[in-house]
Antibody
Framework: QVQLVQSGADVKKPGASVKVSCKAS????????MHWVRQAPGQGLEWMGW????????NYAQKFQGRVTMTRDTSISTAYMDLSRLRSDDTAVYYC???????????????????WGQGTTVTVSS | EIVMTQSPATLSVSPGERATLSCRAS??????LAWYQQKPGQAPRLLIY???TRATGIPARFSGSGSGTEFTLTISSLQSEDFAVYYC?????????FGQGTKVEIK
């Protein structure tokens, strides 16, 4: 079955960086964009950006420009989200989420998200 | 940035009753709107995309309507497993944005 499995929880100090991984299985990894979405404690959902696993192209929300880097390793069907210069308000659950659109079949992503990882809790604390 | 506003913040409904959730966009998003359900400690689940198309495996009691700036998610007869937080998301413009959520709780 289609599945996204994320790396485990992490605790970082302010100013550090965190790298979250998202391993895909059950489908062709390069056929679907991957989004990253975060959720601060008790808050709503915030989109961070996407990566095209086929080309490596990315699109980041302006809020995260300069601090976030999304990459992938197609040999192991894994996407990564790296967030630097962490602050306390970066404490959140970080999700990877597969775009709904098969870019091979439809030539463009859908930008809705049909499969989600289980989430990775990142705590930023001194 | 398109701001998505959901109402009400909390909806108290008895099992078996109908629930109607609203989502308003600060500018037109055409039909590029999705609804998600999130239960405590779980990841969101896609319910509706294209404003009105149910995602795979979603029961028929969930329906979506609207276009432009006004959207509605209706749950025709609430089941115990439907008590959760619901988010709308627009994907017409960058950045993709979500509403703040509506919590559907047991009355």
């Amino acid at each position: 079955q289609v599945q996204l499995v994320q790396s485990g929880a992490d605790v970082k100090k302010p100013g550090a960086s965190v790298k979250v991984s998202c391993k895909a299985s059950g489908y062709t990894f390069t056929d679907y964009y991957m989004h990253w979405v975060r959720q601060a404690p008790g808050q709503g959902l915030e989109w961070m950006g996407w990566i095209n696993p086929n080309s490596g192209g990315t699109n980041y929300a302006q809020k995260f420009q300069g601090r976030v880097t999304m990459t992938r390793d197609t040999s192991i069907s894994t996407a990564y989200m790296d967030l630097s210069r962490l602050r306390s308000d970066d404490t959140a659950v970080y999700y990877c989420a597969r775009d709904q659109g098969d870019i091979v079949a439809t030539t463009r992503p859908a930008f809705s998200m049909d499969v989600w990882g289980q989430g990775t809790t990142v705590t930023v604390s001194s | 940035e398109i701001v998505m506003t959901q109402s009400p913040a909390t909806l108290s409904v008895s099992p078996g009753e109908r629930a109607t959730l609203s989502c308003r966009a600060s500018q037109s998003v055409s039909s590029n709107l999705a609804w998600y359900q999130q239960k405590p400690g779980q990841a969101p689940r896609l319910l509706i995309y294209g404003a009105s198309t149910r995602a795979t495996g979603i029961p028929a009691r969930f329906s979506g309507s609207g276009s432009g700036t006004e959207f509605t998610l209706t749950i025709s007869s609430l089941q115990s497993e439907d008590f959760a937080v619901y988010y709308c998301q627009q994907y017409n413009n960058w950045p993709l944005t979500f509403g703040q959520g509506t919590k559907v709780e047991i009355k």
